[in-house]
Nanobody, 122 residues
Framework: QVQLVESGGGLVHPGGSLRLSCTAS????????VGWFRQAPGKEREEVGC????????FYAESAKGRFTISRDNASNTVYLHIDSLKPEDTAIYYC???????????????WGQGTQVTVSS
């Protein structure tokens, strides 16, 4: 059974940094594409980025380039999202996503975690 559990969200001051974690079970990261989406209040979900084993580097959505970093640890089946220089507009629920037995990011993930809340406020 595929399961994704996010953690690490919370209240952060503008300009701070945060690292979110996604612990996966039911599949191996080296045979999957794992990514991050977010949904801000009153807005639709948008892609942050994703990572697959056969890609030299993660894919990032245009809006996420620069301040967002995706990494993974296959041994622990964990994917991370590090966010630098947090802004109030980064406030959103962040979701970990996955597609299994794929060789590239499809950008329409099949599996979703429950989400973790990130709030950026003074």
């Amino acid at each position: 059974q595929v399961q994704l559990v996010e953690s690490g969200g919370g209240l952060v001051h503008p300009g701070g940094s945060l690292r979110l974690s996604c612990t996966a079970s039911g599949f191996a990261l080296d045979f999957a594409a794992v990514g991050w989406f977010r949904q801000a209040p009153g807005k639709e979900r948008e892609e942050v980025g994703c990572i697959v084993s056969n890609d030299p580097s993660p894919f990032y959505a245009e809006s996420a380039k620069g301040r967002f970093t995706i990494s993974r640890d296959n041994a622990s089946n964990t994917v991370y999202l590090h966010i630098d220089s947090l802004k109030p507009e980064d406030t959103a629920i962040y979701y970990c996503t996955a597609d299994v037995l794929v060789k590239m990011c499809a950008h329409h993930p099949e599996y979703w975690g429950q989400g973790t809340q990130v709030t950026v406020s003074s």
